[in-house]
Every structure is written in structure tokens, then in C-alpha cells.
């Protein structure tokens, strides 16, 4: 059997290829969901599998950990082998932020993952587009830089800002 594998690539200290029975590592979780699709009405499922948030934490995310603003500037992003694409915030997993339970499902309604590749799970989303399955990989990205969005004040009196 085929065993879809996920690579956890970005700023991180311990980069790892997982497969949906290395997730069986981590502590399970298991959840019902109910989500709106808009194109193929409400759905509902149960999933199990481990906390995104675990996982990632064990992957050694580069932010400096006793400084919580440092996390602030982290994104995961999630891709699909189909190519679907969401990204989510590390303060959107974190328990001292959102906490949100997002799970990484190894199994959906009983039926193992092990070749599909696992699927997020945000039971506090009400549409099913974040949902994505067959995940092929993970990115964690710290590098947004903010500035590059708010144009640069230039100090009253400087050359610049004549
Ligand atoms: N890989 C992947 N995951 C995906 C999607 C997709 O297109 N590709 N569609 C999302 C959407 S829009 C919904 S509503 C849920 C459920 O979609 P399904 O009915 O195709 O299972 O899966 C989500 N996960
Ligand atoms: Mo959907």
C-alpha cells in the first residue's frame, strides 16, 4: 500500500516527511463537524487525528518562545495535493491566542487516511473550504514582514520628506 507522506518545511528547526501512521504518534483528538458547502449544502463528519497545533510545536517553529509577540508574524500554510491552498495563523492555533482545535484528521467518519493523506479539520469554521484533504504539505512561514506594507514615514525635517 501507498502511503501518502506530508512534508513540514519552512522556519523550523526539525523539518520532517510525516505519514498518516506517524501521526498516530502524537495524542489523538476526536471531533464531529458540521460545515456548509455552497455547492453541495451541509455536511457532517467525524474526524480523529492529532492537534495541528502539536505537531507543529514538535517541529520547532522559529519564534522565541517565552517572547508571545514573536509568534504573532507566523503563517501556516496548508496545500492540498490537488493544489487546493489555505493559509491559517500560528495565533489562530495557539493556546495562549485563539486555541482553535485544528486537527490534522488521520481518519474520516472510520476510514483511515493512510493513502489519502490527512485532512484539516477547524470545527470552528462554518463553510468546508478550509477542510482540505489529501495534505501534501505544510509551510510555516515567520518571514511576512509587515513593513513592507505600511508605507515608509519619513522623520518630519528629514531630506525624504520634501
Ligand atoms: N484538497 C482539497 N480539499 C478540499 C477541497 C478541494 O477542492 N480540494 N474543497 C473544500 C470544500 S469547498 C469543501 S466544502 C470540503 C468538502 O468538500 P467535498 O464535498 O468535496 O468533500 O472540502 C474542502 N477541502
Ligand atoms: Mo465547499
Known amino acids: 500500500m501507498t502511503l501518502a507522506e506530508i512534508s513540514l ?20 483528538h476526536r471531533v464531529r463537524v458540521a460545515f456548509e458547502c455552497s455547492t453541495s449544502g451541509t455536511q457532517y463528519h467525524r474526524f ?12 520547532g ?7 508571545r509577540k514573536d509568534r504573532l508574524r507566523f503563517l501556516i500554510a496548508v496545500t492540498g495535493s490537488d493544489g487546493h491552498h ?34 484539516l479539520v477547524l470545527p470552528q469554521d462554518r463553510c468546508g473550504a478550509r477542510h482540505i484533504s489529501g495534505i501534501s504539505a505544510i509551510r510555516v512561514d515567520g518571514g511576512y514582514d509587515w513593513r513592507q506594507l505600511v508605507p515608509a514615514t519619513p522623520a518630519p525635517g528629514s531630506a525624504a520628506a520634501s
Open 48 to 59: 480523529a487525528g492529532p492537534r495541528l497545533y502539536d505537531v507543529l510545536s514538535d517541529a
Open 61 to 67: 517553529p522559529g519564534f522565541d518562545p517565552v517572547r
Open 9 to 28: 518545511t519552512g522556519d523550523l528547526a526539525r523539518p520532517a516527511r510525516l505519514t498518516v501512521p506517524d501521526l498516530l504518534g502524537w495524542r489523538q
Open 86 to 119: 489555505a493559509l491559517l495563523s500560528w495565533a489562530e492555533i495557539d493556546p495562549d491566542f485563539a486555541h482553535a482545535p485544528v486537527l490534522l484528521a488521520v481518519s474520516i467518519d472510520d476510514d483511515a487516511l493512510d493513502r489519502a493523506g490527512p485532512q
